[in-house]
């Protein structure tokens, strides 16, 4: 069974545009959570969806944004990117996300903001 | 992964044990994993231990969890080069924080030939 994949694996932009992120989670998983991954931050909850809705959302400005399809597929867009926005940006899927469900990471898409 | 702390660093001599701890203060934590992220890579599930259990032994990889203490470690035995890598102690919580982990900073181990 193919892993949780991401596209694209390497971005660069440059302050004020505005990027999207892609996350094809497990086949048959129906959750994927998006986290953010900097030195200085560690590793950071930005959302997770479940069935086209999102669940639960980290503390993140609104310039962070995702939505899920109907087949589980999932991006994240960052809207007027700021330099501290550069991250490893990692996206998991689980079965359903309920806390039983064992999550299971793509390899990011590493972002830098020029 | 304020509520979630591992020491930063660890060193190791190729073939002996490596112990790399976790702990964590949320007593509504319900199961506790460990990922192994390689440089430039996603994070790798190395195993995870339900909270009602206090050990776990998967291969060369063993979980031990003192839910009393809030005290969670993992022991590679027989580490090898190939090891060298950050571990992250994470857990999950009940609750309204469904598909969200919260992480450690994680421990940068390094295994010496």
């Known amino acids: 069974k193919a892993g949780v994949t991401q596209t694209p694996r390497y971005l660069i932009k440059t302050r004020g545009q505005q990027v999207t992120l892609s996350c094809s989670p497990i086949?048959?998983?129906?959750?994927v959570s998006w986290y953010q991954q900097t030195p200085g931050q560690g590793l950071q909850f930005l959302f997770e969806y479940f069935s086209e809705t999102q669940r639960n959302k980290g503390n993140f400005p609104g310039r962070f944004s995702g939505r899920q399809f109907s087949n589980s597929r999932s991006e994240m867009n960052v809207s007027t990117l700021e330099l501290g926005d550069s991250a490893l940006y990692l996206c998991a899927s689980s079965l359903a996300a309920s806390v039983q469900e064992t999550q299971y990471f793509g390899p990011g898409t590493r972002l830098l903001v020029l | 992964g304020e509520d979630v702390e591992q020491s930063l660093f660890l060193s190791v001599r190729e073939g002996d044990s490596s112990v790399i701890n976790c702990t964590y203060t949320?007593?509504?934590?319900?199961?506790l994993y460990w990922y192994k992220q390689e440089p430039g890579a996603g994070l790798q599930l190395l195993t995870y231990i339900f909270s009602n259990m206090d050990m776990k032994q998967d291969q060369r990889l063993t979980v031990l969890l003192n839910k009393k203490d809030k005290h969670l470690s993992l022991r590679i035995a027989d580490t090898q080069t190939g090891d060298s890598a950050i571990y992250f102690c994470?857990?999950?919580?009940?609750?309204?924080?469904?598909?969200?982990?919260?992480f450690g900073r994680g421990t940068q181990l390094t295994v010496w030939p």
């Open positions: 949320d007593s509504s934590s319900t199961y």
């Open positions: 994470a857990e999950s919580r009940r609750g309204s924080t469904l598909g969200r982990l919260y």
């Open positions: 086949s048959g998983h129906r959750s």
